[in-house]
């Protein structure tokens, strides 16, 4: 964990340095784009050679979907609630 917060504090204290190279957050952003990439893919990869997740995976599936679902659909309800108790005379 120590490794982590090292790593990160690392980061920001370069990121720190590096703020006024304009020219170098354009690649930067492309790296971390890439990066992410490479992670989802390997993520794939070990989901895919797992074979208690890949058996399960119609059970999972529904299971996801409806969490999903769910969050939506409340995360919307909620909005509008708000929208319609704080904002709607205002605007």
């Known amino acids: 964990m120590l490794i982590v917060l090292g790593v990160l504090t690392a980061g920001i204290f370069i990121g720190w340095l590096l703020r006024q190279k304009s020219a170098l957050e354009k690649w930067i952003n492309y790296g971390i784009l890439g990066f992410i990439f490479l992670l989802l893919f390997v993520l ?40 319609r108790l704080f904002f709607k005379n205002k605007l």
Request: no cysteine; aromatic share 16%.
């Open 44 to 83: 794939g990869l070990e989901v895919g050679s797992n074979e208690k997740i890949v058996s399960g995976l119609g059970q999972l599936g529904w299971i996801a979907a409806l969490i999903s679902f769910s969050a939506i659909f409340f995360s919307v309800l909620l909005s509008w609630l708000i929208y």
